[in-house]
């Protein structure tokens, strides 16, 4: 299905379904991933990075097993994502110190299981490690770190979990949460709600949303 300007909902969607009840939080084996994220000011060496740059595990089957066993943790060698914030382009390589979004995979249970101080700063240590295994040296002039547990205290609910239930199985499409909430007035968009992740998957999911907003207010109208 096509629609030719984003500013207008397409009428009457299909996934504008009735509301559901509310369910629990999933237990912690059904979350979706956290990370550990660090946000750097630094120099790098070694290859020029592009915009996103993906640095693989060498074992993800092992990396994913520890991220899932009963007593997850954050794994010993993990994929690294890297978001060079001041790479637009190719041509765009800076000369100076840049702006860097670090992330690898945690598990979420950010106020089941805290990460203590002296836990974060050998993950830490891991990350440089990786890049550095992979050819990149990298030389923080100022970062800021963010846990799974900071992740819980700032959407409530979560236990840090990013992409809400987990992505995987060939049952996860169809337990996305719909467009409308149980709250009358409240609508739900973004890469955890139908239909998916990714951007162009977010942005249906607004215009789903949108479109609900204006079913359920048209037939305010017409019921008034």
Partial sequence: MRWSSMATPPPSPRACW???PARPWPRPQARSLSALTWLVVGRTDGFELQHHNV???????????????AQPGVPADPTV???????RS????????ERLLCLI????????????????DPCQH??????AHQGLRL????????????FARRFPGTQGALYGEPPHGWRASFRRPDARSRLPGLYLAGGS?????????????????????????????RAA
Wanted: hydrophobic fraction near 35%; glycine fraction near 6%.
């Fill in 90 to 97: 190719p041509h765009t390589v800076p000369t100076g110190p």
């Fill in 139 to 150: 030389t923080p002039q100022a970062l800021q770190v963010s846990t799974p547990t900071h």
């Fill in 81 to 87: 994502y890297v978001c060079a914030q001041d790479r």
């Fill in 126 to 131: 891991i990350l440089l490690q990786r890049l």
């Fill in 105 to 120: 995979n945690a598990p979420a249970h950010g106020l089941d299981h805290p990460l203590r101080p002296e836990e974060i």
């Fill in 18 to 20: 009735a509301p559901r």
């Fill in 193 to 221: 709600i139908h239909p998916g992740a990714g951007v162009p998957m977010a942005a249906l999911s607004g215009r789903l949303a949108a479109a609900c907003w204006h079913q359920d207010r048209a037939s305010r109208r």
């Fill in 55 to 69: 640095l693989f595990s060498a074992d993800s089957r092992a990396e994913f097993d520890t991220l899932h066993r």
